[in-house]
């Protein structure tokens, strides 16, 4: 059985109509637990004190499926892990999200799963009833008494960025933000940071929302085919998300000496008309700043403009369905 789950997202994508539940153990120190397709726990065999002090980690990718890199990232770490050359001090439940869709090479197979992780969701669609699979068992994960439960979800944009990596902070109805979480995210070679000011439907948000997990959407780059990404890119999220496993604590940089870049949602767009159309190049990269007036989207009866001198666009993307975001605009921060 080991052998098998050695390239875990090959075992899951092979699994998809016929998953059997599996547990097993890698070792003396640590089994491995399937309960769902494309879902692998890792659990420690610890005492309850040893496990009050450690820590419930989810990583999660492919939740769009083209988003090919964060899952060539994690499906490795799975693999050294099943091999023992990866050790794991904490709980760590590892997620491939939409299978049918990376199977398809496409971001959804019939509607974006990362806008579907809220209880109130009455579509019967393959990536609703997956949204709902995977809240449950991010819900069960989070039940245990740990000293800590985190959730980093990785994706890749659909077009570049002029800040190459970032990562969005759901919002967290005006807790004060974790400065610990962004030097964390720094040491990743995340120096990006969005703030959000709604709750989304996004699995990061839903993790942060519904069970007080330190959160974030972490965008690594540009969406490419699998085996075109430049894994060297990866080098510091990879070695400090091991870390993250493989050691009590993480040895951070301080917040102050951090280079980090906070921007704060302004405008939140959401198409209404068939005839949305956005009103800049359409290779135009993440962040690029407006002067205050400029026209950024226009449909029937509205016609959006920059508020604020240097506000910048984020994710634009003029095609998705009436009634869901078409484009964040952004302002730099200070927290």
Same mark, same amino acid.
């Given at each position: ?11 899951? *994508? ?247 870049? *906070? ?73």
């Amino acid at each position: 059985m080991l052998s098998e789950l050695n390239n875990f997202l090959e075992f899951s *994508i092979h699994n998809q109509t016929a998953f059997a539940p599996f547990s097993i153990n890698i070792n003396k120190q640590l089994k491995a637990v399937g309960n769902a397709v494309g879902v692998i726990e890792f659990v420690p065999f610890q005492s309850q004190a040893e496990q009050r002090k450690s820590k419930s980690i989810v990583l999660s990718c492919g939740v769009h499926g083209n988003e090919t890199a964060p899952i060539e990232l994690l499906n490795n770490m799975i693999t050294d892990i099943i091999n023992a050359d990866l050790e794991v001090q904490h709980n760590v439940l590892f997620i491939i999200g939409n299978l049918p869709s990376i199977s398809g090479e496409t971001r959804f197979v019939e509607e974006n799963l990362n806008r579907l992780f809220h209880y109130d969701a009455k579509n019967d669609t393959l990536e609703a009833r997956r949204a709902n699979e995977l809240m449950q068992i991010v819900s069960a994960f989070f039940e245990r008494k740990t000293k800590e439960r985190l959730h980093y979800d990785l994706h890749t944009a659909i077009r570049p960025s002029k800040n190459e990596k970032f990562a969005v902070y759901p919002f967290i109805f005006g807790k004060p933000y974790d400065k610990r979480q962004l030097a964390f995210l720094s040491a990743c070679d995340i120096n990006t940071i969005l703030l959000s000011q709604a709750p989304t439907g996004t699995f990061s948000c839903y993790s942060s929302s519904q069970h007080n997990a330190h959160s974030f959407t972490m965008e690594l780059g540009k969406v490419m085919p699998f085996g075109e990404n430049d894994m060297k890119k990866f080098l510091a999220i990879d070695k400090t998300l091991r870390n993250l496993i493989s050691a009590q604590d993480v040895r951070l940089p301080k917040y102050e000496e951090c280079p980090l870049e *906070i921007y704060n949602v302004n405008q939140t767009i959401i198409k209404q008309q068939e005839d949305f159309a956005l009103h800049f190049d359409a290779d135009a990269p993440n962040f690029t700043a407006f002067p205050k007036g400029s026209v950024l989207a226009s449909e029937t009866q509205h016609v959006y403009h920059a508020q604020i001198d240097g506000e910048a666009i984020v994710f634009p993307n003029a095609d998705v369905p009436i009634g869901q975001r078409a484009l964040l605009t952004v302002v730099p921060y200070e927290i």
